[in-house]
């Protein structure tokens, strides 16, 4: 493979897999390097042959854990299988890619029961594109790579799959049928009382992430047409909007880091999930994390009704008294003072802010990390954003950004920029894409990740 060609697969195909991944340079290497290995700091070091001379090096801010160097391994394989047989039909060698790159993230977590999941997979993309009586399909298939089917009369998933019939035997979310790694079919997998263990998942795909250990596979085609791939109790890979993405979670809970207190991590840890949620429910949303030292400005931008915390409050009403304190004499300013005359609760009541009201007692003074889930991705949901400070105190809820001068973009993403100079902002689409923004060393805002 010729170095031009390997620069455009691995910018190409390679660094979108890997959240917050970017190319940065190259290396000498010799033939007794590995085409693929971890460099210094967790970087990826990375040659098309054993024989060429050079490896490029991808980087991230957190290493490459050992699951994403074999899946780097297999993509560069199977990539130079493809560029030895020499086509030259462009639509043949793309769709030969495709394959590669399904095929890859398959054969990165597991050795055994490949074809079958490859052909589940398969099968599922067909019915992403098919209805049954007139509505979409969800389903969910899992794949026990530590029993096989006993009897004479097996049933393999390639005899069934594809009928009308087997639409009806799953969910995706708690029902599933599952079958050997050979492809032959034990049974009906109920998972309504699956056993709680930590995972990593999608709220309404937390069941399956449960069952799906080191000795289980699930694959989930939903109702909007995604495939969701779950191993080791994680959502792994998901093909959404046509494209395969691997779900980096621990990179993005990185990119997330804040100067905050010793609850960070927990604090960024619910927050991915929450977007996460949102993605997976296709709920548009706009979740931002501020700085311990921006509070004061952040709040400028929100409105007081929209407050939900009671000490954000005073510190707005000090901000807004003092402001009105600088032009006394002009008739606005009397307005304000008079306003902010009051109570917290006595403002709420005057000003019917109901929805603040509501929110209040639904938290009741919890740390956002301290709420059901169910509920986070319920109130995220609601128009507007929500605003978490650096101790994880819930700010506001459904707030109406004000949005700065010269900002682009839709309101959703004109809201996400503006807050994004205070920390971090995340905005997720009505079709799932989650989108991280921060700001650089000069103050300017920047796209931290992009999945979905």
């Known amino acids: 493979m010729e170095k031009q060609e390997f620069y455009e697969i691995v910018e190409k195909f390679i660094v979108p897999i890997f959240t917050g991944s970017y190319l940065a340079g190259e290396t000498e290497s010799s033939s007794r390097d590995l085409d693929v290995a971890l460099g210094q700091h967790g ?4 040659k098309p042959a054993k024989t060429d001379n050079y490896r490029l090096i991808l980087k991230r801010g957190q290493p490459f854990k050992s699951f994403e160097v074999n899946l780097v391994k297999e993509i560069v394989s199977e990539f130079d299988n493809i560029y030895s047989l020499n086509l030259s039909d462009k639509l043949y060698m793309k769709n030969l890619r495709t394959m590669a790159i399904k095929k890859a993230l398959i054969e990165s977590i597991t050795d055994s029961g490949t074809e079958a999941i490859f052909g589940v ?3 599922m993309e067909s019915w992403a594109m098919r209805t049954y009586e007139g509505q979409t399909v969800s389903m969910g298939v899992l794949i026990n790579l530590g029993v096989l089917a006993d009897g004479n009369n097996k049933v393999s998933f390639g005899d069934i799959i594809s009928k009308d019939f087997f639409a009806l035997f799953s969910d995706g979310k708690s029902s599933f049928v599952e079958f050997d790694r050979n492809g032959n079919m034990l049974g009906y997998v109920n998972l309504k009382k699956s056993k709680v263990v930590p995972t990593i998942s999608p709220y309404y795909y937390n069941r ?28 792994i890979f998901a093909k959404r909007n046509g494209t395969w993405c691997v779900y980096s979670h621990d990179e993005i809970i990185r990119l997330l880091y804040n100067n905050a207190s010793y609850t960070a991590k927990e604090i960024r840890r619910a927050i991915y999930n929450t977007a996460l949620d949102c993605s997976f429910a296709y709920r548009g949303a706009c979740i ?3 700085n311990k030292d921006r509070t004061e400005e952040a709040l400028m931008h929100i409105d007081a009704g929209d407050i939900v915390s009671e000490e954000h409050f005073l510190i707005k009403k000090k901000l807004e008294l003092e ?23 006595e403002f709420l009541a005057k000003n019917k802010n109901v929805k603040t009201i509501a929110i209040r007692k639904l938290i009741a003074g919890k740390k956002l990390f301290e709420i059901d889930r169910k509920l986070l991705l319920e109130m995220t949901a609601v128009d507007g954003a929500t605003i978490v400070d650096y101790d994880g105190t819930i700010v506001a809820v459904g707030a109406i950004i004000k949005i700065e001068a010269g900002s682009s973009g839709g309101g959703r993403l004109a809201a996400t920029s503006t807050m994004a100079k205070y920390g971090v902002a995340i905005k997720v689409s009505q079709d799932g894409i989650m989108q991280g923004f921060s700001v650089d060393k000069h103050g300017k805002v920047k796209q931290i990740f992009n999945i979905g």
């Open 43 to 46: 970087s990826l070091l990375l």
């Open 121 to 123: 997979i398969n099968a």
């Open 208 to 235: 399956v992430a449960r069952i799906c250990n080191d000795k289980r596979v699930g694959i989930v085609l939903t109702d909007q047409g995604d495939i969701l791939v779950f191993y080791a109790r994680k959502l």
């Open 288 to 290: 931002c994390y501020i």
């Open 323 to 345: 402001e009105a304190q600088k032009l006394y004499n002009i008739g606005s300013a009397h307005d304000v003072i008079e306003k902010f005359s009051l109570s917290y609760d």
